[in-house]
């Protein structure tokens, strides 16, 4: 079974153009986006968190799966890189971008919780991970990747992954399924 998605967002050839162009090499790769999109897809009226907006390739994904009931906040530091998942993706009413430090916005958030929380960068997941999983509803989502090696990897950042897969399987609160495919990731569902 050839597990290539058949579809993939219209914005998608923009954004990973302008990745190029910028050096950014952290995207989600098509099977990872994919799968948001279907997660995106059995929340018709749901609240999604993406923490780490980079160009918006996951962004677009997520958007492509969502109802139009749907709501997607995504949290970018580097408002540079924020700047072309704006250009491409900011008309669709759907998604608020927040360009700033993804840890001092979860620290602030006092909002509802959300149904899906993709978290694809370090706040929300080697950082800030209480916080994070504080924010999905019961029977929500939480969602992250690139568990498995990565060039990109900085030196010694493999205990931090193992470190991270411990301390989710040991919550009692979530069910939890490690998949090795794609990039490796980690799917979380709050069970309490």
């Known amino acids: 079974m050839d597990d290539t998605p058949s579809r993939l967002p219209a914005a998608l050839p923009a954004l990973r153009s302008q990745a190029r162009q910028a050096g950014?090499?952290?995207?989600?790769?098509?099977?990872?986006?994919?799968?948001?999109?279907a997660l995106a897809a059995a929340r018709p009226s749901g609240r999604i968190l993406e923490l780490g907006t980079g160009v918006g390739e996951g962004t677009a994904w997520l958007l492509s799966g969502m109802g139009p009931d749907s709501t997607l906040t995504s949290v970018e530091l580097d408002a540079a890189l924020q700047a072309f998942a704006h250009e491409h993706l900011?008309?669709?009413?759907?998604?608020?971008?927040?360009?700033?430090?993804?840890?001092?916005?979860?620290?602030?958030?006092?909002?509802?919780?959300?149904?899906?929380?993709?978290?694809?960068?370090?706040?929300?997941?080697?950082?800030?991970?209480?916080?994070?999983?504080?924010?999905?509803?019961?029977?929500?989502?939480?969602?992250?990747?690139d568990l498995l090696p990565q060039p990109g990897w900085p030196e010694g950042h493999e205990p931090s992954v193992e470190r991270l897969l411990a301390e989710l399987d040991a919550r009692e609160d979530f069910q939890c399924v490690r998949l090795a495919w794609a990039s490796g990731l980690l799917m979380a569902v709050r069970t309490a």
């Open 90 to 145: 900011g008309a669709d009413p759907r998604v608020t971008f927040v360009a700033g430090d993804g840890g001092a916005w979860l620290e602030d958030f006092d909002g509802a919780p959300f149904d899906l929380v993709f978290a694809d960068t370090w706040p929300g997941k080697f950082t800030h991970l209480d916080r994070a999983l504080d924010l999905v509803a019961p029977g929500g989502i939480y969602l992250i990747d």
């Open 24 to 37: 950014f090499m952290m995207s989600s790769e098509d099977r990872t986006g994919n799968f948001l999109a």
